[in-house]
């Protein structure tokens, strides 16, 4: 039986829409009251693991999942052995470089060397100011990260930024992108080599039927 | 104006009520409605920082607060230079290892070597496992790690037992403790040392209106 490993929030409600046109109804994980984690399709051809969007690439790196849906953001913040299948095209948003707005920083080329940047992504982070030149010194929070600039803690952050609400609600601004983000169809590796067409028919149908074009 | 950096989540409605019998009123942090992540006091003395359990440690270390509410589980886990001032006493739940409760070990020491164990406190697990002279693969997840044992990715894991209904619901049981842990008062060390006698009443305060005795 196919597991597919469905993240958690916000790409929750698309990624069931998605695996639905391809005929795999997981729509009992969208009910309010559900606390399974382990769900069935509808027509029993496959079950769904409710997990967290971080920990998509860890079940499908370890197989335990046959396919997932994740952010790309996280396929570059963690940078698990999970191949990607499709470009499933919702949840865009960017992974950008903010500010308060009355910092005056144009550009992150603007911040002064060895300044505080804030961030959950702080690979991600990294590898952008590591790529500038500019040394900088990370602070990893979990949440609310745009509460570093507001303290004074940080000069900057490193964040997912969709509509742009929380910074504006916050005194923030973007000043630069470092990729843009959309959720990620992923498989494991060693499944998809030894699939016997059960894995190829979902890919497949979902690329088909959600109009999408494979990488 | 001192600075109190408050954990969301299950720790915040006791924190607040050991603050406001030292006469500092944060309740409206509790408020359904409530979005704010900075919220003065009542009486406007102080202000609460609203943050994760897991980053009030990083807030308190870079001295954005002075002092702070924390899990005993999220210093050992982090191991951040903060100040430990009071165990304030709530809170409390067990470090612990789990497995299937069909799995027959009876303690860690039972454990396969190199058998993967999955947590959300991979340092504290590390060391347990370290000091036991147990090899061990470590599986880093964020979220529902008795999900872990029950699709096989992990044998074990290490993840914090309150009441012990999650594990039961799952079909885990605990089999060793790595400590106890309670809520934790912290303080900035710098802030503490420069103190003029105003951070000293309100943790005096804490410490008298509660009952409890400091380190």
Redesign the interface.
Known sequence: MI?VALP?GALLKDSVACFAKAGLDFSAVLEPGNRQ??VPSHCGRAKA????N??VP??VA?G?AQLGVVGFDVLREHQMPVAQLLDLGFGGCHMSVAVKSTSGYKSAADLPPHCRVASKFTNCARKFFDDLDIPIEL??????V??GP????AEAIVDLVATGRTLQENGLIAIEDLFHSTARLVGHPLSLRLDRGEIKEIVDDICIKNDLHGF
Do not use: A, N
């Not at 693991?49 to 967290?52: A, F, G, Q, S």
């Open positions: 597991t958690k984690l382990m693991l409710l997990v967290r971080g920990d860890v079940y370890y335990q602070v990893h929070l979990t949440g609310s745009e509460l507001i303290t004074g803690m």
